[in-house]
């Protein structure tokens, strides 16, 4: 008898869910779900039975057959929720649960009107990851217990609501409309996603289509449209697509990622619609996803980079075969940088820049960072470069084919790579990559051309045509650079040459406001106060309002705009926001 995840209650001598059974009505005006969850086991069983909950109200629970079933939901843990034990008779096949959900359910955003971009119809969307699936159904929160769903909605009828999972029917009763969906394949809880609003769709090719709200779905269709093609260029790398359908929605402004990996209907921030397709790298990304993470999972928070790393690896190699690999080398310094000032973030906290992490106690987004995304990629980069491409593309695809619908530790991982590639980890000191602080002394560097021109640009701007020629991820990187030394730079000059502080990339445009508001550019300092009010995507809150915090005068109006905007985004963008501009 074992809890095998620190951040579940759940047990493994006790019957483990296989499927949900999920009835719920949306209500907008309570901003509530209410309805029932009903449980399947793997197997029958009997005796104490704990469940994963945070801020549910629990109304009864029964068995199957409709026998009571004693139960206690205990106080919250601040980390975990709320465990909820059960007490079931001898042969129990499953459990059914009443329940509601709270206002201020982690996992969810219930929008106003003006906060969507029709202005007419509310909004609500879903976000369970890492830990807050537990916040809408209770349920086993692990990702070591995989399961299948139905689920019937009772939505306004005026409303579209949207799954990550196979549509199987709309039917409209009065003023509701009643939504039925089906994931017939395995999924962790946080991949547990849906959306209900004001949506329309476009064919985005034979197995994708993207959603959104009708005032900006023709920008999103032109935006996403390379949707099918980056499919079968995963497909080619990574085998079979293994989730039937890759459809995406846009979403709100206030979702808090670039992206989500929802099997069968990817959630994405709208700051990606840069109206010049220069930003689907995030696409790219999520869709890479479908193999590594959805496909083969992490087992808990502890092994995050079993997910993020391999992704990471899978959309660069993407990237490389729709852009070239003098791109990729842009985006692999990008990442770099991202994962150094991580590593400065941790610097008193060290064990949180290994890739095998203690998270015992520790809530993972309040740990959540760059480091399984990049130092994850830079130790596959190094094995690859051990082996050789073709045998590590090999090696992938049998990681893949040995352990698709499992999830796993980092234990397994190492166990599986040694036997695949005998002396492969020792050759490349994987210990000290998977439980050492930092990154190791064989890290590679990216290298390309354009890269090194860059490097050799120094604090000089480009030209006319060098300028006109410069990827988003070239500006950046420039951009990047200055900030290094802001008191040098004439902000006013580069604004007035290249109009940054208009971009409408919003890559280029949070990379050149860090760097004004650090300089102290008033320009700059004020279109950031507006960014902050604009978007919710934690990328760029967290580096403006840390830019912002860097004086006193900026600290007032950080503390100012955050006041002014937090209710508008996401409870876990609030939470890190929060934490920044009112440090503990």
């Known amino acids: 008898m074992a809890r095998l995840d620190p951040h579940s209650f759940c047990d493994d001598a006790q019957p483990q869910i296989t499927t949900l059974d999920w009835h719920v009505t949306v209500d907008f005006e309570r901003q509530v779900l209410r309805g029932t969850a009903a449980l399947t086991f793997a197997a029958a069983g009997g005796g104490p039975l704990d469940l994963d909950t945070r801020d549910l109200r629990i109304h009864a629970v029964s068995t199957l057959g409709g026998a009571p079933v004693a139960y206690v939901l205990h106080a919250a843990d601040p980390v975990l929720g709320a465990r909820l034990s059960l007490m079931m008779p001898e042969g129990t096949v499953g459990v059914r649960i009443t329940y509601e959900t709270s206002p201020e359910a982690s996992a969810l955003q219930w929008l106003t009107p003006r906060q969507t971009q029709g202005g007419v119809h509310p909004f609500l969307f879903s976000q369970c990851q890492a830990i807050h699936a537990r916040s809408v159904v209770p349920l086993q929160d692990t990702p070591r217990v995989r399961i299948r769903y139905t689920a019937e909605l009772f939505v306004p009828a005026a409303l579209k609501a949207l799954m990550a999972a196979a549509f199987v029917s709309r039917e409209v009763r009065g003023e509701l409309a ?173 064990a949180l820049t290994h890739l095998r992490t203690d998270l015992t106690g520790v809530d993972p987004d309040e740990a959540y960072s760059q480091v399984p995304y990049e130092k994850g990629f830079l130790f596959l980069k190094t094995l690859e470069r051990h082996l050789g491409r073709p045998a590590f593309d090999a090696f992938l695809k049998r990681y893949i084919e040995t352990f698709g619908f499992q999830s796993i530790t980092t234990d397994q991982f190492v166990s599986f790579t040694r036997g695949a590639l005998p002396g492969a980890l020792e050759a490349i000191d994987a210990d000290a990559w998977i439980d050492g602080p930092g990154i190791p002394p064989n890290a590679p560097a990216a290298d390309s051309a354009r890269l090194a021109a860059l490097t050799s640009q120094g604090d000089t701007p480009p030209d006319t045509a060098q300028a006109a020629a410069w990827t988003p991820a070239e500006w950046q990187l420039w951009l990047q650079h200055l900030a290094e030394a802001p008191e040098r730079v004439d902000c006013a000059a580069l604004d007035a040459r290249f109009a940054l502080t208009r971009s409408t990339n919003y890559e280029v445009l949070v990379a050149w406001l860090e760097l004004g508001v650090l300089a102290g550019y008033a320009p700059a300092v004020d279109r950031a106060a507006e960014v902050v009010g604009q978007v919710g995507r934690m990328k760029y809150l967290r580096p403006l309002y840390r830019a912002l915090t860097r004086t006193e005068a900026g600290r007032a109006r950080a503390v100012e705009c955050f006041e002014r905007f937090a209710a508008g985004y996401h409870p876990i963008a609030r939470q890190v926001v929060g934490g920044i501009v009112r440090p503990k």
Do not use: K
């Open 178 to 350: 009643i939504e039925r969906w089906e994931m017939p394949q395995s999924i962790p809880p946080y991949l547990f996603a849906f959306a209900v609003g004001d949506l329309v769709s476009r064919e985005l090719g034979p197995r994708s289509r993207v959603w959104a709200e009708p005032g900006i779905v023709e920008a999103a269709a032109w935006e996403f449209e390379q949707a099918d093609h980056m499919l079968s260029a995963a497909e080619a790398l990574f085998g079979p697509y293994p989730w039937d359908r890759f459809d995406v929605l846009n979403m709100p402004p206030s979702f808090p990622y670039g992206g989500m990996e929802n099997p069968r209907l990817t959630f994405l921030t709208p700051t990606l619609l840069a109206g010049d397709r220069s930003l689907v790298n995030v696409l790219a990304h999520e869709l890479a996803h479908s193999w590594t993470g959805n496909l083969v999972s992490n087992a808990n928070a502890e092994h995050f980079w079993l997910n993020e790393g391999f992704t990471v690896y899978a959309e660069r190699r993407i990237q490389e075969v729709l852009e070239g690999a003098e791109i990729g080398a842009l985006h692999e310094a990008l990442g770099r940088r991202s994962l150094d000032e991580a590593l400065a973030d941790f610097a008193d906290r060290p």
